[in-house]
C-alpha cells in the first residue's frame, strides 16, 4: 500500500514511543514492515532524526535510518549515512557506507 502525509508510531514494550513522520510510504500489510521517504523524522525521547529514508522491518526487530542522516538530541548534533535502532536490544548503531568517512559529531559535553 503507498500512503501520502504519513505519520506513524511505533510503542515498545517500555511504554517509550517512536514516532515517524514523512511525505511518503510503503506499507507492506502481511509483514508490517514499512518504508518511509521523503522528508522523513524520527522522534524518540529527546532524540530527533531527519533523514530520506527510514526502513522499518518487524521480522529483524530493526529500524534503518539511511541517507543525510541528521540526528540532534539535547546536546549533541551529528551527520552520518546510515542509523541502525536494535527494537529489542534498544541500541544504536552509526556508520558511513564509505569506512573512509567519518561520522562528523559536534555538541557539549
Same mark, same amino acid.
Given at each position: 500500500?503507498?500512503l501520502?502525509?504519513? #505519520?506513524? =508510531? $511505533?510503542?515498545? #514494550?517500555?511504554?517509550?514511543?517512536?514516532?515517524?513522520?514523512?511525505?511518503?510510504?510503503?506499507?507492506?500489510?502481511?509483514?508490517? @514492515?514499512?518504508?518511509?521517504? #521523503?522528508?522523513?523524522?524520527?522522534?524518540?525521547?529527546?532524540?530527533? $532524526?531527519?533523514?530520506?529514508?527510514?526502513?522499518?522491518?518487524?521480522?529483524?526487530?530493526?529500524?534503518?535510518i539511511? #541517507?543525510?542522516?541528521?540526528?540532534? @538530541?539535547?546536546?549533541? =548534533? *551529528?551527520?552520518?549515512?546510515?542509523? =541502525? $535502532?536494535?527494537?529489542?536490544?534498544?541500541?544504536?548503531?552509526?556508520? *558511513?557506507?564509505?569506512?573512509? @568517512?567519518?561520522?562528523?559529531?559536534?555538541? =557539549? @559535553?
Amino acid at each position: 500500500v503507498n500512503l501520502f502525509d504519513v #505519520e506513524g =508510531e $511505533i510503542i515498545q #514494550e517500555k511504554g517509550e514511543k517512536i514516532k515517524i513522520i514523512s511525505d511518503v510510504a510503503s506499507y507492506n500489510r502481511q509483514s508490517n @514492515n514499512t518504508v518511509f521517504k #521523503e522528508n522523513v523524522l524520527v522522534l524518540y525521547v529527546n532524540q530527533t $532524526i531527519r533523514s530520506d529514508i527510514v526502513k522499518i522491518d518487524f521480522i529483524k526487530n530493526l529500524i534503518e535510518i539511511l #541517507e543525510n542522516v541528521h540526528y540532534t @538530541n539535547d546536546n549533541l =548534533e *551529528m551527520f552520518a549515512d546510515i542509523v =541502525e $535502532i536494535d527494537l529489542l536490544r534498544n541500541k544504536l548503531k552509526i556508520s *558511513m557506507k564509505d569506512q573512509k @568517512n567519518k561520522v562528523q559529531i559536534s555538541g =557539549e @559535553n
